[in-house]
Antibody
Framework: QVQLQQSGPGLVKPSQTLSLTCAIS??????????WNWIRQSPSRGLEWLGR?????????DYAVFVKSRITISPDTSKNQFSLQLNSVTPEDTAVYYC?????????????WGQGTMVTVSS | QSALTQPPSASGSPGQSVTISCTGT?????????VSWYQQHPGKAPKLLIY???KRPSGVPDRFSGSKSGNTASLTVSGLQAEDEADYYC???????????FGTGTKVIVL
């Protein structure tokens, strides 16, 4: 049974970096079929896909255009997890952040989700 | 990439059916048979209900069904039950580097 467990701070100051981690059990971050995603949800902006990382002989990343200049998603094969870093945050980045698995990176399915982390950007 | 358009709310009595629309463009919904639907109860993560327009993952009741015509996808919930009261989101592939574009969400109310 695949599970995703998120961790990271719930409060980040403006202009600083938001960092979250998603630990994987029951699958591998290096799986040749899957992609590992970050999504966020806020009342004003709804659900927004932020980006993903996946392995196909080498590591690839895709990022949403609206955060491309500020985001990094990184795998950690030694801990079987992946992380999100979002730089230069503003209050508009306040949201619930989710990690999720796409079991077939070309099929646009999000079948397993983390529990969500409420992140507030405030001084 | 703009969000897909869904009605804000839909309602029905127990046992009835409700259908939710999800309207996009030829660059997303209309261009690929890669539409999925998610159910979200308050305070919980979204749950996959439908993928590839009309396929159900193991464990999802056959009361939930999906379809697509042109740039509009639809989710039908038949035989409404109290536990179906939740928010529902569609999602579509929109190109190689845009795997997930979400809809605006629809709150289903069981009267």
């Amino acid at each position: 049974q695949v599970q995703l467990q998120q961790s990271g701070p719930g409060l980040v100051k403006p202009s600083q970096t938001l960092s979250l981690t998603c630990a994987i059990s029951g699958d591998s971050v290096s799986s040749s079929g899957a992609a590992w995603n970050w999504i966020r949800q806020s009342p004003s902006r709804g659900l927004e896909w932020l980006g993903r990382t996946y392995y196909r002989s080498k590591w690839y990343n895709d990022y949403a255009v609206f955060v491309k200049s500020r985001i990094t998603i990184s795998p950690d094969t030694s801990k079987n997890q992946f992380s999100l870093q979002l730089n230069s945050v503003t209050p508009e980045d306040t949201a619930v952040y989710y990690c999720a698995r796409d079991p077939e990176y070309s099929a646009s399915i999000l079948d397993i989700w983390g529990q969500g982390t409420m992140v507030t950007v405030s001084s | 990439q703009s969000a897909l358009t869904q009605p804000p709310s839909a309602s029905g009595s127990p046992g009835q059916s409700v259908t939710i629309s999800c309207t996009g463009t030829s660059r997303d919904v209309g261009g690929y048979n890669l539409v999925s639907w998610y159910q979200q109860h308050p305070g919980k993560a979204p749950k996959l209900l439908i993928y590839e327009v009309s396929k159900r993952p193991s464990g999802v009741p056959d009361r939930f069904s999906g379809s697509k015509s042109g740039n509009t996808a639809s989710l039908t919930v038949s035989g409404l039950q109290a536990e179906d009261e939740a928010d529902y989101y569609c999602c579509s592939h929109a190109g190689r580097n845009i795997p997930h574009v979400f809809g605006t969400g629809t709150k289903v109310i069981v009267l």
